[in-house]
Nanobody, 128 residues
Framework: QEHLVESGGGSVQAGGSLRLSCAAS????????MAWFRQAPGKSREGVGS???????RVADSVKGRFIISKDNAKNTLYLEMNSLSLDDTGTYYC??????????????????????WGQGTQVTVSS
């Protein structure tokens, strides 16, 4: 069982910024496809962004230009920098990992079922 630990969530006003972190083991960090998902109350879990093993990053159209996904190799940490936050960004944010080439696909990375390993989630609340 791979261990992923998210942090950095909190409450912020619309227009503000937050940076989420996902700490993982070195094996996960170096060899797995990693992604961020979010889930709003009453809605299904949706892919926000992914970081492939070859360094390719993808973000959902809904956050393009506002969210940036990156890695810190020295800290084995995946980040999600979120800017210009809106009320629609409210939800629980999860870090996920997969051993397969999920992140190589422009569509599969968005599918929660393609990721067997998950963190516990961190809450992001955006208020007006």
């Amino acid at each position: 069982q791979e261990h992923l630990v998210e942090s950095g969530g909190g409450s912020v006003q619309a227009g503000g910024s937050l940076r989420l972190s996902c700490a993982a083991s070195k094996v996960v960090f170096d060899y797995y496809c990693m992604a961020w998902f979010r889930q709003a109350p009453g809605k299904s879990r949706e892919g926000v962004g992914s970081f492939a093993r070859d360094g390719t990053t993808r973000v959902a159209d809904s956050v393009k230009g506002r969210f940036i996904i990156s890695k810190d190799n020295a800290k084995n940490t995946l980040y999600l920098e979120m800017n210009s936050l809106s009320l629609d960004d409210t939800g629980t944010y999860y870090c996920a990992a997969s051993t397969g080439d999920v992140c190589a696909s422009s569509t599969r990375w968005r599918v929660a079922g393609a990721f067997p390993y998950w963190g516990q989630g961190t809450q992001v609340t955006v208020s007006s």
